[in-house]
């Protein structure tokens, strides 16, 4: 058509096409490469990482607004740090941690806040007895659990409600928050099987909800130069195979090869693993269609919403206060602080967050007004002092377009049960990572090079 400008689009060949750069597809690719492998890495973002990211303070001060944090049990993790040359250091948790509840602040040490014995009693019977079904949920298939078809049927949050479960009302709001926490959505909008699917892959390292809701476990350690820095040197080692800023529109599939198209490269490959959030591998097109089962999963795992704001000060203040940084909120929009502090202690940086309903009301907010009601939270724990930031930074993943939410998808009711046959198996060519599917450390950084190397173990064993 006259004044129209056709972009000539690339072929290029492989022997496995990898789709999303973040851990799950770069550990894919690693593994492949590293097996004499060919690959191509195709990622719509115009940086690689996926849900771990290195931005810049108002301050020039260079922070990780995504996943952060190492801890017990990741090993995966800690050996790439080492593979890749970076150092990690132990998270600061020296000091109090606050607990404020009713307009209060109550200072405390250890795993749980002293909230009175009735309170701190139904916590500890209900954490028990979710431990004590996660264990009943087998790793590989939850859908099989003997009780699946009940529990799937039924939210967390309606398990959290019943008087049964959770007698205190003090209890009840602080095992609603954590949850809150965990999954970046409501408890009522998470399949009570789903929460045990989580719960389980962490009960190598401790009793599964506790070992994610205990920082000392799963926030123990820094990055130098922040998690996403791990990602960036994985990829600079794959090279030319990573094209950036080309998200893949549509798969096609045949018993020969796959071709897998983005707007300015097609790849032909033997294989393809898809290594992105269930939600974004539901927006590419699929020829032959996927089987049922595996397009309406992928519409059944959403991410949640979370805002993360991190502010910076010339030195962590309330660490002079005999603050740890960690504080948790359940009655605030800004539920979870906790010190994201460099070494050696400058600039001194503190993390929040907002979850769920309370980050998309926060979202709809002008961003001055935005600020103001953030700032005014965290001076209500910390002090005058922590309106004066030298650098501040919001990132609201819910707005990023190959997110759309964060910090993983959570299952909704009946979604295992019926479509969870789905969630690792291939469709012919096509392989699925990510760490909504891994078995163990799920939702994690160290799930997603797990499900990643995964996928790679399984082209390699088809040849």
Same mark, same amino acid.
């Given at each position: 058509m006259p004044g129209v400008t056709e972009v000539a689009v690339q072929r290029?060949?492989?022997?496995?096409?990898?789709?999303?750069?973040?851990?799950?597809?770069?550990?894919?690719?690693?593994?492949?490469?590293?097996?004499?492998?060919?690959?191509?890495?195709?990622?719509?973002?115009?940086?690689?990482?996926?849900?771990?990211?290195n931005r810049e303070a108002s301050d020039g001060t260079v922070v990780s607004v995504g996943g952060t944090w190492l801890g017990k049990g990741q090993e995966r993790m800690f050996q790439l740090a080492r593979e890749v040359g970076l150092e990690v250091y132990p998270q600061y948790d020296d000091g109090d941690q606050l607990l404020r509840l009713d307009g209060l602040n109550h200072r405390y040490r250890g795993?749980?806040?002293?909230?009175? =014995?009735?309170? =701190?009693?139904?916590?500890?019977?209900?954490?028990?007895?979710?431990?004590?079904?996660?264990?009943?949920?087998?790793?590989?298939?939850?859908?099989?659990?003997?009780?699946?078809?009940?529990?799937?049927?039924?939210?967390?949050?309606?398990?959290?409600?019943?008087?049964?479960?959770?007698?205190?009302?003090?209890?009840?709001?602080?095992?609603?928050?954590?949850?809150?926490?965990?999954?970046?959505?409501?408890?009522?909008?998470?399949?009570?099987?789903?929460?045990?699917?989580?719960?389980?892959?962490?009960?190598?390292?401790?009793?599964?909800?506790?070992?994610?809701m205990d920082s000392r476990r799963t926030e123990s350690h820094l990055v130098d130069g922040g998690a996403p820095e791990i990602a960036r040197r994985m990829a600079e080692d794959l090279g030319q195979a990573v094209h950036l800023a080309s998200p893949v529109r549509r798969i096609t599939q045949n018993g020969i090869h796959v071709e897998v198209a983005s707007e300015a490269l097609t790849v032909v490959a033997r294989r393809v693993i898809v290594a992105t959030p269930p939600v974004m591998a539901g927006r590419i097109a699929f020829e032959p269609a996927l089987p049922a089962s595996c397009g309406h999963l992928h519409q059944r795992v959403p991410p949640g919403a979370v805002i993360r704001v991190n502010t910076v000060y010339p030195h962590p203040f309330w660490r002079d206060e005999g603050l740890s940084g960690q504080t948790l909120a359940p009655e605030s929009p800004v539920s979870v602080t906790i010190d994201q502090t460099p070494r050696p202690a400058r600039p001194?940086?503190?993390?929040?967050?907002?979850?769920?309903?309370?980050?998309?009301?926060?979202?709809?907010?002008?961003?001055?007004?935005?600020?103001?009601?953030?700032?005014?939270?965290?001076?209500?724990?910390?002090?005058?002092?922590?309106?004066?930031?030298?650098?501040?930074?919001? =990132?609201?993943?819910?707005?990023?377009?190959?997110?759309?939410?964060?910090?993983?998808g959570h299952f909704t009711p009946g979604a295992l049960t019926t479509y969870g046959t789905a969630l690792r198996e291939p469709v012919g060519r096509i392989h699925w990572a990510s760490t909504e599917s891994?078995?163990?450390?799920?939702?994690?950084?160290?799930?997603?090079?797990?499900?990643?190397?995964?996928?790679?173990?399984e082209v390699l064993a088809a040849g």
């Open positions: 290029v060949r492989a022997d496995v096409c990898v789709v999303g750069a973040g851990f799950a597809g770069l550990a894919a690719a690693r593994q492949l490469v590293r097996s004499g492998r060919e690959v191509v890495v195709l990622e719509a973002r115009d940086r690689v990482g996926g849900r771990v990211w795993r749980i806040p002293r909230v009175g =014995t009735p309170a =701190t009693a139904s916590m500890g019977l209900a954490m028990a007895r979710l431990e004590l079904m996660a264990r009943r949920v087998p790793r590989d298939a939850p859908w099989r659990a003997g009780q699946a078809r009940s529990w799937d049927a039924r939210t967390l949050g309606q398990w959290l409600a019943s008087p049964l479960n959770v007698p205190s009302g003090t209890a009840h709001t602080l095992l609603r928050a954590a949850m809150n926490l965990l999954f970046c959505a409501d408890p009522g909008e998470v399949s009570l099987l789903g929460a045990l699917v989580l719960a389980r892959g962490g009960d190598g390292c401790g009793s599964g909800f506790g070992y994610y001194g940086v503190l993390s929040s967050y907002a979850f769920g309903t309370a980050a998309l009301h926060l979202g709809r907010l002008e961003p001055k007004e935005r600020r103001e009601v953030w700032l005014d939270e965290l001076a209500g724990r910390f002090g005058p002092q922590a309106r004066r930031t030298a650098g501040y930074l919001e =990132t609201d993943w819910s707005t990023e377009p190959w997110s759309l939410g964060g910090m993983i891994a078995t163990r450390m799920h939702g994690l950084m160290e799930g997603a090079v797990r499900s990643g190397e995964r996928a790679a173990g």
